[in-house]
């Protein structure tokens, strides 16, 4: 059977959400920043506000995964944390270094998506089993 290629564009992909507050955190990706320009959803820098839906974090290396705990505890249960890095040859990040501190962080990966000609990110989400039918903007991790 061939594979089928999505035609969904890339923002429904990532989770990104009409009206949606989305959060970014080092990214200086310009094509992923125009998208989100065109569309209809909040954007923070600098900061993840408590119960976010989505944060894009840029990483180039495992050291700037440090901060995956606290993103973690910091997203709303259905959310995601969008781990952006370089692509290709200029890669300094690969998903084998990403998954292994997603997971210390209690977070899974869910897909990997080209956002550029240079970047690429990894969704990671809450499991399923964790997620309660309350809101993460009470903390309790």
């Known amino acids: 059977m061939p594979e089928t290629i999505s ?3 890339l923002l429904d992909k990532l989770g990104v959400a009409p009206g949606s507050t989305v959060a970014i955190l080092g990214v200086d990706d310009p094509a992923l920043r125009a998208l989100l320009a065109e569309h209809p959803a909040a ?3 600098g900061e993840a506000p408590l119960g976010a839906p989505l944060v894009f974090l840029a ?3 495992p050291d700037d995964l440090a ?4 993103l973690a505890r910091r997203i709303d249960d259905r959310g995601a944390i969008c781990v952006v890095s370089r692509k290709g040859k200029a ?4 998903d084998v270094e990403v998954i292994p501190a997603a997971k210390s962080a209690g977070l899974v990966d869910t897909k990997m998506v ?3 000609a240079t970047h690429t990110a990894l969704r990671l989400v809450v499991p399923v ?6 809101s993460r903007t009470t903390p309790a991790r």
């Open 43 to 45: 954007i923070i820098d």
């Open 114 to 116: 080209a956002i550029s």
């Open 129 to 134: 089993a964790l997620r309660g039918p309350r």
């Open 7 to 9: 035609t969904r564009p």
């Open 91 to 94: 890669a300094t990040l690969r």
């Open 59 to 61: 990483a180039g290396s």
């Open 67 to 70: 901060i995956l705990p606290d």
